[in-house]
């Protein structure tokens, strides 16, 4: 009999974008929709509350955390490549995780705190992964509200207006030109608030962790594009 996998979650996991929404924001607990959409901003109202709401009679929003965990060590074993010196690149990521100051980063906290698997280098690096995009996330939220757009704006100037509908934000209005230079001044701000956590690396360090990353974001070439297209992580 074939073992199942390690990170097999129940069969009556909420599919799609309820485990994405019960997964991915259970670290927050059962918290009300409008809690999660203020903390996440870029996704709209409409994906969140059919998302979080699909997934709560399905299991508790501490389960969807650890079966979402166990999703990130999958898609990390699937698509990082054999040849990544993984170790390495745990130790200077955890490094920067521990050094992160997380206020008004709850997101980020969050996953901070959940736990790495002990004796899988890929699946931890793959979770090291998403928390530290979680951190760049938050960051960016707090930079897009700084310089006065809403996050839904972002999205729009970002992605386009199909886009951002796809994402859950119903008939958004095309963003005026005018907007533009906020939304970069926002990306300028999001690269200032992150400066400083990655400072605590030598400069030989930060070389060294942009090459893990970059050979740890290439995806193997067996994979296929609607393959990468089905776990789009949305920053705005």
């Known amino acids: ?12 996991s909420p599919p799609g974008r309820g485990f994405y929404c019960r997964g991915r924001f259970g670290v927050l607990g059962e918290v009300p929709v409008p809690v999660i959409q203020a903390v996440q901003g870029f996704l709209g109202p409409g994906l969140i509350s059919a998302g979080w709401s699909a997934g709560r009679d399905v299991m508790s929003a501490e389960a969807a955390t650890a079966c ?7 898609w990390g074993h699937t698509h990082i490549p054999g040849s990544v010196d993984v170790e ?3 130790r200077l990521a955890q490094q920067l ?7 008004a980063l709850p997101l980020f906290a969050g996953w901070r705190a959940q736990p790495y698997p002990d004796e899988d280098p890929v699946g931890a690096a793959m979770q090291r992964i998403h928390v530290l995009r979680e951190h760049r996330g938050a960051c960016h939220l707090a930079a897009v509200r700084l310089c006065g757009l809403t996050a839904q704006a972002a999205m729009v100037i970002n992605l386009g207006v199909e886009q951002a509908a796809h994402y859950g934000w119903a008939q958004p209005d095309p963003a005026a030109a005018i907007l533009l230079p906020q939304w970069q001044r926002a990306e300028r701000l999001t690269n200032e608030l992150q ?3 990655y400072a605590t690396l030598t400069t030989q360090q930060r070389t060294e962790f942009g090459q893990l990353v970059s050979e740890l974001t290439t995806p193997p070439l067996s994979l296929q594009e609607n393959d990468l297209a089905d776990y789009t992580y949305v920053e705005c």
Do not use: G, S, T
Request: charged share 25%.
């Open 68 to 74: 979402y965990a166990r999703a990130i060590w999958q």
């Open 97 to 103: 995780i521990d050094a992160a100051d997380a206020d």
């Open 1 to 12: 009999m074939k073992r199942p996998a390690p990170w097999a979650c129940p069969p009556d």
């Open 195 to 197: 400066a400083p956590l």
């Open 88 to 90: 390495r690149f745990n």
